[in-house]
């Protein structure tokens, strides 16, 4: 009686030891098929204004916004004016001037940019990190062609860009509402350009001088980099 009680009292402890590992291989399995999804890194602001201060090195005041339209993506609008002959954006600016026989001085135009923005990132949504960005842009630099000699009345001249470019970008939040916007990108454009010369011709007893204009235009590869300020704003 006694080896029949012993036969099952060791018959029913490696049931339940079996049975224990066998809970313990699927608790193994369940894990591995049932991971939670990772949280999406959102933000609290839904817009934000943006100023480039490196742009004021090509001769811009530049001014943006940011709005978002949905989880991942935006649209960005940038406007301002442009100050000409004090930056290196402009062709005939006070360190690169191809015209010697005339001066110019600078002269107030504008610009204004329209982008989409697509934040591809899994983990965040727009507004955040990582983005591609079309941007078209149109830019008008004016200034003025004067005599030195004070023989001719001031010329009005201009320089016209007209821009694609395709931009890549980080969005860095330091804080709630306050991020730094780095970017870079390359495109294409057509650039128009109206310069002015001094021309002269004798008439058999004094020169006579005239302004002689210079016109040029065609396409180009161009180049941008940066980085803007942002300031969040929430609805």
């Known amino acids: 009686m006694k080896s029949i009680l012993t036969s099952i009292a060791l018959f029913s402890l490696c ?12 608790d193994k399995e369940s894990r591995k098929k049932s ?126 860009n007209f821009n694609f470019t395709f931009n890549m970008g980080y969005q860095l939040w330091v804080s709630k509402s306050f991020a730094f916007d780095f970017f870079a990108g390359l495109g294409i454009g057509m650039q128009d350009v109206k310069r002015y010369q001094i021309g002269s011709e004798f008439n058999g007893t004094d020169y006579n001088y005239f302004w002689q204009e210079d016109f040029s235009n065609g396409s180009r590869y161009v180049a941008t980099v940066g980085i803007k300020v942002s300031i969040g704003m929430e609805d």
């Open 35 to 160: 991971r939670a999804p990772r949280e999406i890194k959102t933000n609290s602001s839904t817009s934000a204004i943006k100023f480039s201060p490196l742009q004021m090195l090509a001769g811009e005041i530049n001014f943006g916004y940011e709005r978002m339209i949905n989880q991942k993506s935006s649209f960005e609008i940038e406007l301002g004016p442009t100050i000409s002959e004090i930056g290196f954006g402009s062709v005939d600016n006070h360190y690169f001037n191809t015209t010697p026989y005339a001066q110019y001085d600078g002269k107030l135009g504008f610009f204004g940019s329209v982008a989409y923005r697509y934040y591809p990132l899994d983990e965040t949504e727009a507004l955040n990190r990582f983005y591609i960005s079309p941007v078209l842009k149109y830019k008008i630099m004016n200034r003025v062609a004067n005599d030195p000699s004070g023989n001719l009345s001031n010329q009005n001249a201009s320089e016209t």
């Open 15 to 26: 049931t339940i030891t079996f049975g224990q590992r066998e809970i313990i291989v699927i």
